[in-house]
């Protein structure tokens, strides 16, 4: 990468900073990546790199989570804003009563976050299980927001949600499947309480992107029409068709295309419209979730990105409601939507240290001097070498790839020794590290040759998990943003690819998005002796935080808490920092007992002292050494 005249303006393009990061992030003139909750490009801004310092001088070791509670709030203002201005301008006369999903992300700091930013515009809460109507029992206390509950049901969550009616909560039970009905009913009979009912449609219309399956007339959850007209018949027959409140049906999640979402709006609108026709006293119309995130900044239909932005689903959502409203001659339902996605997703990131790299192919000092004695194949590859020029090295390069195939051949045959062929080897690597160099400010490169640069890069070593902090990437090949945070002002001169510390070939990173769209390689900068060089992987806060396992037993990372405050020196302050894991913790999941392995470790040391074969005193500082760590965070330490 070419370093001369590099500026800040480079990085945030060789990055796509200002595509994925929706406002939040940009570069201040030090070259440290910085958030700006606000989204103003003139407005505060938060050194990444200063939190890292106030981090190191508390004991925070990397790897680390760092949530920007600013931005979370930001967002739930952001939507709520957004639904109602649209509103206005469309004279549409419903209003917006939104949703949390908490399954995107459970934290209690978020869910906490969420519901206080929500409170002026009685954004509510959503569960799909037992454990997470409980929290959001306990939590969604603002008497005029929506309760919504998702999800397969058994009689005690039907109690759990009647519960709910009774403290003054507007519990909707939404049913999944016909014969849930059938539970709520008889849980009405027994206490008496009548919620809020809603009915999930299973529509036609076909979501696209990673989670397609969870629409459509196949989907898992959902009723058909048939089974909605039934649905009313027996709420008629009960005499309770009044408590039908709230129709719903769910696109996907993270729908990378727009015509998508207008398919299902309009299949959804009819379905409602004929529903009121029926009788139905419906007041709320839930389109679900869905809203994509542009993770890789391409604002295209690619299952990483959205060809749309926010505001234009809120105006899909808004006007092809009102439309098909009016065409119908039915009242404006009040919209609820259960975005999760969008509203967590930019809040949290992942901020680890390279701590080390793996060179392929290392170019090395290997005489080219013709020698007779040489095999013949040795020969040919130092005349390759010394004949390789600007004008020719395409060809070099072609016929050294066949000489390095028959070099191995000759060696498994027995032909050439293993020095011959390491010095075969030595050259031919040493060939395409010159072809690449010479060619690097060339117009055009020959597609071959441009892949060199992919082929030749380095990996670098990262003190984390994938398997923990970005299960996307490795699950479902998610393309999440990585972004050195220092020295942006700097070229980056290293094309990399990112390993975990897992033993697991799959414990990397290997997809980028880039200025010329997803590519296999990062450009990052050269590793300096001694110094610490972090690095962050952004918009980790939706499903990353709690859908991490414990692959090779690391556990869940240290968290702090991080709130913009333009009157302290630093423009920042950590409300809290939250201890990750410790080998204790993991080891107890999986059925040890740490104090046991503690004490037959000691066991085993004791009886070496008394063979003599360990001092006394080093048996002491072993038994301490084994009991400290077992209490310390699974990941390295420093280096």
Known sequence: MNSSNWSVEDAVNEYQILRWGDGYFTVNAEGELCASPSQDPNGHKISLAEIIKEMKDENIAFPCVIRFHDILRSQVRNINKLFAKTIEEAKFDGKYMGVYPIKVNQLREVVEEVVDAGLEFSYGLEAGSKAELMTVLTYNQNPKALTILNGYKDKDYMRLALLGQQIGRNMVVVIEKFSEIHLLLEVIKETGVVPMIGVRAKLTSKASGKWADSSGEFAKFGLSVPEIIDLIELLKEKELLHALN???????????????????????????????????????????????????????????????????????????????????????????????????????????????????????????????????????????????????????????????????????????????????????????????????????????????????????????????????????????????????????????????????????????????????????????????????????????????????????????????????????????????????????????????????????????VKTGSIKPRVGVKLTDFFEAKIKDYTYLSSF
């Open 246 to 608: 709230l129709f719903h049906f769910h696109v996907g999640s993270q729908i990378p295309d727009i015509r998508t979402i207008k398919e299902c709006l309009t299949e959804g609108a009819r379905i409602y419209c004929e529903l009121i026709k029926l009788g139905a006293p419906i007041e709320y119309f839930d389109v679900g979730g869905g809203v994509g995130i542009n993770y890789d900044g391409s604002r295209s239909n690619q299952p990483s990105s959205t060809n749309y932005a926010l505001a234009d689903y809120v105006g899909d959502v808004v006007y092809i409601l009102r439309d098909i409203c009016n065409d119908s001659g039915v009242k404006h339902p009040s919209i609820v939507n259960e975005a999760g996605r969008v509203i967590t997703a930019h809040h949290s990131c992942v901020v680890t240290n390279v701590f080390g790299n793996v060179e392929l192919a290392k170019p090395k000092d290997i005489s080219t001097e013709s020698n007779p004695e040489d095999h013949l194949l040795l020969r040919n590859i130092k005349h390759l070498y010394r004949e390789l020029n600007h004008s020719n090295y395409q060809d070099v390069y072609n016929d050294a790839c066949i000489i390095k195939d028959e070099a191995v051949s000759a060696f498994k045959l027995g032909v050439i020794g293993i020095i011959e062929r390491s010095q075969i080897e030595g050259l031919y690597w040493n060939i395409c590290h010159q072809t690449l160099s010479m060619t690097e400010n060339e117009k055009y490169v020959p597609g071959e040759i441009k892949k060199l640069k992919f082929v030749l890069a380095d990996k670098y070593l990262c003190n984390f998990s994938v398997f923990q902090s970005t299960p996307d990437s490795w699950a479902i090949n998610q393309i999440l943003p990585v972004v050195p945070l220092k020295k942006l002002n700097e070229a980056p001169t290293k094309e990399c690819t990112l390993a975990d510390i897992t033993c697991d070939s799959d414990g990397k990173i290997a997809q980028f998005l880039g200025p010329d769209g997803h590519q296999p390689t990062l450009a990052l900068h050269q590793l300096e002796k001694g110094e610490e060089y972090p690095i962050g992987v952004f918009l980790t806060g939706a499903y990353q935080d709690v859908m991490g396992d414990m692959h090779n037993l690391f556990g869940r990372l240290n968290e702090v808490h991080v709130y913009g405050d333009q009157d302290d020196p630093k423009g920042f302050y950590i409300e809290e920092f939250i201890h990750g894991n410790s080998a204790a913790e993991v080891l107890r999941v999986m059925q040890y007992n740490p104090e046991e392995m503690c004490k037959k470790i000691k066991s085993e040391i004791d009886k070496r």
